[in-house]
């Protein structure tokens, strides 16, 4: 019995464009979220407060972090994106890989004099960016949809019953 809610038709043109859009918010959301931890983490050390409290301060905290990496990284992405699929890059891999590199090169523009220093704080700074920059390009991939494979045309012989 068919469902009349259900329907087999494309959901429109703006379906991908507005799932990619959410997609790159949680990712940039997420990014904010570990970097707002790290600070939170690093600020309290006194003991005082629980693993729980931080992490619900993290959550506070990222929300204008968020919007600082909203803004930092949309031209960025936008130009890796096209660069991805003009030239046909494997999705996932390179989702990764740019937000590894996006992470990367806004720790070194963020951390340069420290860097100059080869401070070890730094170093570990711009780990954690690049690795959170990484886990968020696969985040967006997940979310932005995987392509689907290529439909192969159908054989006549396979149509007949």
Do not use: N
């Amino acid at each position: 019995m068919a469902r009349p809610w259900h329907k087999t038709e494309p959901k429109g043109e703006y379906g991908p464009g507005l799932r990619a859009a959410f997609a790159y918010l949680v990712a940039c959301y997420f990014t904010a979220f570990c970097l707002s931890l790290q600070f939170v983490l690093g600020w309290s050390r006194d003991g005082q407060e629980t693993f729980i409290s931080k992490v619900g301060g993290s959550f506070i905290f990222s929300l204008p972090v968020f919007g600082v990496v909203v803004v930092l990284t949309f031209i960025p992405v936008a130009v890796f994106v096209s660069l991805a699929r003009h030239f046909r890059w494997l999705r996932g891999v390179s989702d990764s890989i740019a937000g590894g590199v996006i992470g990367l090169m806004l720790s070194i523009l963020f951390m340069k004099s420290a860097l100059q220093d080869m401070a070890i704080g730094a170093v570990l700074i711009v780990a954690i960016y690049t690795v959170t920059g990484t886990l968020s390009g696969l985040i967006y991939w997940l979310l932005a949809g995987r392509p689907a494979a290529p439909t192969r045309p159908v054989a006549s012989h396979e149509t007949d019953l």
